[in-house]
């Protein structure tokens, strides 16, 4: 007879809406619908056991997942230790799934122009002023300075700023019936770029409702020519409207970066933007702290609008700290010449640097063509089945 699960931890079924919220995003739906999660026990003491079977044993996405279902279960309220045992489906479940992969897409994912092996992630916040647009794009910066390609939409129509704090102008040109992305080099990678602050008037109001501004957002992803990308990383509008569910709808393997200051009210509203993006399937990747402190010439800090907030947000949702800035003078100022501070030396250059590092090598790296892809996955099945 099994040891009874305790009454004040939580139930089965606590833990499979729980992990409703880790999603594989190669397969661009959560691991509980893909019926990745073969087995769920409670036990004494909050203790629980899950078992999740992988789509291929060398799935490189295997750490990913495991990351996300441990700190998804840690976040339950009396939840104790958890004991993750991953396995590998058998042919007729892999088909199962892929089948099921292969109708999302289908039915949900329009055509964008964007190839299936870049990472898609969107910076994104619950209120505005928290300094996102420069987050993103100095993180852009700090992914291409190691190589990369990474593309920036700036789907803030209303509120587009990409182009100044990047210094660059000029006009989208056409090939094709296509958008071409304007570029600039970024230390040994390079920037695509696309905004509308390259087709509108800086100085004038853009005044268009919710779903003219996702159709321009639709109109970025589908009717420009992108090319290759290692990242696209894109600049979300503040809250949670419908460019975001749009977004949602278009890239259903998007991953979220959430942006939030320190004080406890801007936990709070960022905590939403989470979970707009768990209730659209979206995994989000991190969190993001912006404004941390303030650092004087005399070598005093302060925290000028208190402390904690990202790591209180990063424990509520479950998710890491990708990093936090500080307040520093060149931020301002660098924006407003166009010369992103990431592109230089010094702290702030290092802060997004090491941000960089850990998205590119642990939260979220390049996938490779030769991972657990749909495509890969139909290969092995063509392998197995000798055809």
């Known amino acids: 007879m099994g040891i009874p699960p305790d009454p004040a931890g939580p139930s089965e079924a606590d833990v499979l809406e729980a992990l409703r919220a880790v999603i594989d995003p190669e397969l661009g739906d959560n691991i ?3 019926g990745m999660v073969t087995g769920v026990r409670v036990g004494a003491g909050g203790r629980i056991d899950v078992e999740v079977a992988l789509t ?9 997942l495991d990351h996300d279902v441990r700190a998804r279960l840690a976040a339950l309220p009396g939840a104790g230790p958890v004991e993750l045992t991953m396995g590998v489906m058998d042919a007729a479940r892999r088909t199962e799934v892929m089948q099921r992969a292969r109708w999302k ?4 994912a329009p055509e964008t122009g964007i190839d299936p092996t870049t990472r898609i992630l969107a910076v994104g916040s619950g209120k505005g002023g928290v300094g996102k647009s420069s987050v993103t794009v100095n993180l852009a910066v700090a992914l291409a300075r190691r190589g990369l390609t990474v593309g920036v939409l700036d789907a803030d129509i209303w509120g587009f700023s990409v182009p100044r704090l990047l210094g660059m102008d000029g006009d989208v040109e056409a090939r094709r019936g ?12 390079r920037l695509k770029v696309l905004s509308m602050g390259f087709l509108a008037d800086e100085d004038r109001a853009i005044m268009w409702r919710g779903l003219v501004l996702n159709r321009a957002v639709q109109q970025f992803l589908q009717d420009a020519e992108w090319g290759a990308l290692d990242y696209l990383l894109v600049d979300l509008p503040p809250g949670t409207g419908d460019v975001q569910m749009g977004l949602a709808r278009m890239l259903p393997r998007t991953e979220l970066i959430i942006v939030t200051t320190p ?20 995994r989000v990747a991190g969190v993001i702290e912006n404004m941390r ?5 005399h070598g005093t800090t302060y925290r000028l609008f208190g402390s904690g907030g990202g790591e209180r947000l990063a424990a509520e949702i479950g998710v ?3 990093g936090a800035v500080p307040i520093h003078p060149d931020m301002a100022s660098a924006g407003d010449a166009g010369r992103p501070v990431a592109d230089g030396e010094g702290e702030l250059a290092a802060t997004f640097a090491e941000m960089a590092r850990a998205i590119a090598e642990e939260i979220a790296p390049v996938i490779e063509t030769a991972g657990c892809s749909a495509r890969m996955l139909e290969r092995v099945e063509r392998a197995v089945s000798g055809t």
Not at 178 to 189: D, S, T, V, W
Not at 264 to 274: D, F, I, L, N, P
């Open 32 to 34: 509980v619908e893909l």
């Open 56 to 64: 291929i044993a060398g799935c490189p996405l295997r750490s990913q």
């Open 105 to 108: 897409v289908r039915e949900q």
């Open 178 to 189: 296509k958008m071409i992305p304007l570029e600039r080099p970024a230390g040994a990678g």
């Open 263 to 282: 004080p406890v009210a801007a936990q709070k509203v960022a905590a939403r933007a989470a979970d707009m993006a768990r209730r659209g399937y979206l």
């Open 293 to 297: 402190d303030f650092t004087c010439e």
């Open 320 to 322: 890491p700290l990708i």
